[in-house]
Every structure is written in structure tokens, then in C-alpha cells.
């Protein structure tokens, strides 16, 4: 049966996305657009050809938009992960990652990004214009796309840490600027990450005025969200301040206990250049705990080449006495989990590098090389890193985004995965009350829509795309955890993405 696309949402708690309050009333969709909202809009329509829904007890919000996801290739597959928290809306390519530009041997692409976007030997896309191509039709989201900037630098200059010719740098821009033209949302920088950490902020700024002319923006996953936060923060602002490029900073927190009174003097130094007219936000996901892969927590010079280098390098002693001192996770041992392994994962998921070291009778460094071998460095953790007080003031800043930067892995994932949105809008707004109802989902909709250039997206209104979430905010909840993340959120009635019902009653339809 054809599902009609003519919908009456009857009776809810409307919430426009602006962060203005709720009022009671009706959304009118027709064919995939919301046509009136707002008290009796049904009244208007009366006795034409449409599927009224009860929503009275729900609140009636914009279609959540996950501006920091990692779904580049699993919004392909139709995966419902995030449309079951209410996401309609993807901004992939972060962080440096992106599925495209391919360069002359794609494997080195699939090397540097399968860890992150959980890919397989076959994915890879030429040009932006041909990712959106494909993506344009999945199922289960509208699919932005910035460039990652490692995968740029990989197109031009292989996978290598070093410094880019004058040459290389054009050519860079110009694909940047090709992308650009071609739909990309803007481009990510993952500073953390080899090869993209061998890149000077003048490497950066030369590709923020690529962004910067074509009024794009420019997100980071920065040097350093450590010791070095503050030096990170202060060089991406002045990136932004010399390219003209609109910044935003990814995941920002203070990893590591020693380090988070740091999260104070960042905040600080943003406040400070949006006063001075640098036009800067970030995000947060609402979690204590990081997503990542093993390998991050080395020097990332070790890197330089690729896997089969690193392995070299790992089986070598002499320059495993040279990689050790170096070996930085930023969570303490006990903290870091294993949480994929390609082989042997009852043994390794789920536990601690502190634990398996003691267990093997060594110490975690060694047990870090160690593992990497093992498992041909494909290895998924997770970082329990983080503080309350410190979520506490990143989540009810007024310039930040809430994001999910869900990362799919092969063992277990990240809760952020499953439940992000419902966390948001129990734990955080429900018990916690650090946020307004409103407010949070303002932080979901139109905010990052706004941001990223969305347009017609996130907000509840006659003329935008009906993209709707409906839920109910007294019930909303996740059971999902660091040991038994893939659980399905409860209290979510329905999600409509273009006007089509694709969650209902909790179940993707
Ligand atoms: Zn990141």
C-alpha cells in the first residue's frame, strides 16, 4: 500500500526548533512539506484526503540533525541507528574522513578511514558530486558531506605526514574548491589523525579561504583536546580569523582529569574571538567517554606510510623504544576499553589495556604495541575520560551544537551509536534539567541547520521539508550502555523524513 503523504500531526505540544516555547496545535503536511502549523491549522484542511494522527500528550519537534556523524558509508546500507533516536538529518565526513576523492590506489584511502567509517575493500567515491549522487538516495536520511582533509591530502599526496609542496597545496585547493562547487557542505580537518596532523595551520588556512569564498564551513577534530586544548583552540580560531572561514570545533572537551580545568581557559578563548567577530561554535556529545581507535593513542609520526609501516615500526625493537615514551592514551589505563578486536574479541572487548597488561604480566604500553600486531592495528576503544562539571557547562553554552559523532565498530560500539537524542531529552533535559525542553531541541534542529546551511530543514513552519520527530518528553528514554550499547530508544511515536513515516511506534517501517 502506498503510504499517503498527506498528513495531519493532530493535537501535539508543537516545538518550532527556534527554542521558542511549545504551543498546542497542529502540523499540516502535504506532499512532503509542512503547510500549516500551529493552534486549529487542521481546521483549514478539513475533509481533504488526509491520515490524521493523534499526537495529543507528544511533542511535535523538527526531525533531529546529527551534524557530527561518521554514517558516510552506513546511511548507504539504510541502517536505522539513528533514525530510531530521530535523526532525519546527517552531516558526514568529519573529522577528516571523507569517502572521496579516491586517489590513484584506493586502498590507501580504505586504509586511513575503514577504522572510523567501519567500510569494507570496495567502497570510494571520485568527487563529492558522486557521493552525493548515491547518498541522495538512502533511505534513512537527507545526507550532508564535508571533505575530509585527510582524505584530500591523501588524493595529493599520498599518505604521508610531511609537509606538501607549494604544488600539492594548489592542488589540494582546487579539489577542495571542485567539492565545494559540487554540493560538499564544507571541509573537516581530524589534526589528530596521521596524515592529516602533518598539516601547519598555513596548510589550513590556505583551504579555510577556499571554504571562507564560498561561505562554507570549516569543522576540526583539533591538534589536541589534552594538555595542549587551549594551543589547539587558539590556532583553529586563528585559522578561521586569517582565512575568513566560519569555524566549527568538533567535540570539544577536556580529555584527561589532569586537564580539565584547561576546558575553562578554551571556552574562554572562543567567547573572546566570537566577541572579536570570528564567527565560531562548537559541539558536544552528552557522554563522559570517547570513541576511537586504538592506534590514536601513539605518536601519530608512527603512522607516517600507513598500516603496514606502523606494523614494521611495532615489530622493530629499536623503534619500539622510540614509540613507547610517546604512547599517550587520554584516559588512564583502567579507562581505555577495548571495544572491536578483527580476532580473539572474548578476549580483548570489553576489557581495559590496564587489565589485559596484568593479565599478560606486562605493562600497557608494551600490551598496546602488542595488540596492534595481533590484530593488524584494527582495533575500536573506547576513553572514559571526561567530566560532568565540565558537560555541564559545554551543554548549556549558548554556542554549542548537540551532536551524536556516533562511530560504527564491528564489535561493540559506542552507546552514542543508539541513544544520543534520547539521553539528551531524558537525562539531560527530564532529571537533570540543565536544559530547557526547548532549548535542547533548539540545539538539534534549527541550530545546526542553521550552521551547516540546511536549508527548508529543522524547524517546524509552513515552507520547511516535514521532517518531523514526535515524542513523548515525560517518557522518553534509553536503556543503552557502554556493555550492552545496541538497544532501541523508547518513547518516540513517530519520525517523518520528507513527510513519509519511517518510524512508528519505536519500529522502523
Ligand atoms: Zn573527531
Known amino acids: 500500500m502506498k503510504q ?48 490524521v494522527i493523534d499526537c495529543s500528550g507528544y511533542a511535535v519537534a523538527p526531525g533531529f540533525i546529527d551534524v557530527h556523524s561518521h554514517s558516510d558509508l552506513k546511511v548507504l546500507e539504510n541502517h536505522t541507528e539513528k533514525l530510531l533516536q530521530g535523526v532525519t538529518s546527517e552531516v558526514v565526513g568529519n573529522c577528516g574522513f571523507s569517502p572521496y576523492p579516491l586517489p590513484e590506489n584506493p586502498g590507501v584511502l580504505r586504509e586511513f578511514a575503514n577504522g572510523i567509517l567501519c567500510g569494507n575493500d570496495t567502497w570510494g567515491w571520485n568527487s563529492a558530486a558522486d557521493y552525493l549522487a548515491s547518498a541522495s538516495s538512502s533511505h534513512v536520511a537527507n545526507v550532508a558531506s564535508l571533505v575530509g582533509h585527510g582524505s584530500l591530502r591523501i588524493k595529493v599526496a599520498g599518505n604521508t605526514s610531511s ?31 596521521a596524515p592529516g596532523s602533518g598539516a601547519s595551520a598555513e596548510e589550513l588556512t590556505v583551504l579555510g579561504r577556499v ?43 577536556a580529555a584527561g582529569e589532569d586537564y580539565w580545568p584547561l576546558q575553562r581557559h578554551a571556552i574562554d578563548a572562543i567567547e573572546n574571538a566570537e566577541r572579536r567577530g570570528v564567527d565560531v561554535t562548537f559541539d558536544v556529545y552528552p557522554w563522559l567517554a570517547g570513541s576511537t581507535v586504538l592506534t590514536q593513542v601513539l605518536p601519530q609520526d608512527a603512522l607516517d606510510g600507513g598500516i603496514p609501516q606502523l606494523m614494521a615500526r611495532l615489530r622493530d625493537p629499536e623503534q619500539r623504544q622510540l ?14 576499553i577495548m ?36 590484530q593488524e592495528c584494527n582495533v575500536n576503544i573506547v576513553e572514559h575520560c571526561q567530566s560532568i562539571d565540565n558537560l555541564h557547562a559545554l551543554l548549556t553554552h549558548p554556542l554549542s551544537i548537540v551532536i551524536t559523532d556516533g562511530v560504527y565498530t564491528r564489535g561493540r560500539s559506542h552507546p552514542r551509536l543508539y541513544a544520543t537524542f534520547p539521553l539528551l531529552l531524558s537525562d539531560i533535559v527530564r532529571e537533570r534539567k540543565w536544559l530547557g525542553l ?49 538497544v532501541a530508544p523508547t518513547g518516540i511515536k513517530l519520525v517523518l523524513r520528507s513527510g513519509q513515516i519511517l518510524v512508528d511506534s519505536g519500529v522502523a517501517v
Request: glycine content about 8%; overall charge negative; some cysteine.
Open 4 to 51: 499517503s503523504r498527506n498528513t495531519v500531526l493532530k493535537g501535539g505540544s508543537i516545538i518550532d526548533g527556534t527554542g521558542l516555547p511549545a504551543i498546542h496545535g497542529d502540523v499540516v503536511i502535504q506532499n512532503g512539506w509542512i503547510v500549516a502549523a500551529g493552534e486549529s491549522a487542521a481546521t483549514a484542511f478539513a475533509g481533504s484526503d488526509y491520515n
Open 163 to 193: 609537509e606538501l609542496t607549494r604544488r600539492e597545496l594548489d592542488t589540494m585547493a582546487g579539489l577542495l574548491d571542485d567539492a565545494l562547487e559540487e554540493g560538499a557542505a564544507g571541509f573537516s580537518s581530524g589534526l589528530m589523525y
Open 211 to 253: 571554504a571562507a569564498r564560498r561561505n562554507k564551513v570549516y569543522a576540526t577534530h583539533m591538534r589536541s583536546y589534552s594538555a595542549g586544548l587551549v594551543e589547539a583552540v587558539e590556532e583553529q580560531i586563528a585559522v578561521a580569523e586569517h582565512s575568513g572561514c566560519r569555524l566549527q570545533i568538533s567535540h570539544l572537551q
Open 323 to 336: 614509540i613507547r615514551p610517546r604512547i599517550k592514551p587520554e584516559a588512564r589505563w583502567s579507562g581505555v
Open 339 to 374: 571495544t572491536s578486536a578483527a580476532t580473539n574479541e572474548e578476549a580483548l572487548v570489553g576489557r581495559s589495556v590496564q587489565d589485559i597488561a596484568n593479565e599478560r604480566g606486562t605493562d600497557p604500553e608494551t600490551t598496546v604495541m602488542d595488540i596492534l600486531l595481533e
Open 438 to 486: 526547548e532549548d535542547a531541541v533548539h540545539k538539534v534542529t534549527a541550530k545546526p541547520a542553521s550552521r551547516f546551511h540546511l536549508n527548508d530543514r529543522g524547524r517546524i513552519a509552513k515552507g520547511y521539508v516535514a521532517d518531523v520527530t514526535v515524542f513523548d518528553p515525560a517518557r522518553i528514554h534509553t536503556n543503552a550502555t557502554y556493555e550492552k550499547p545496541d
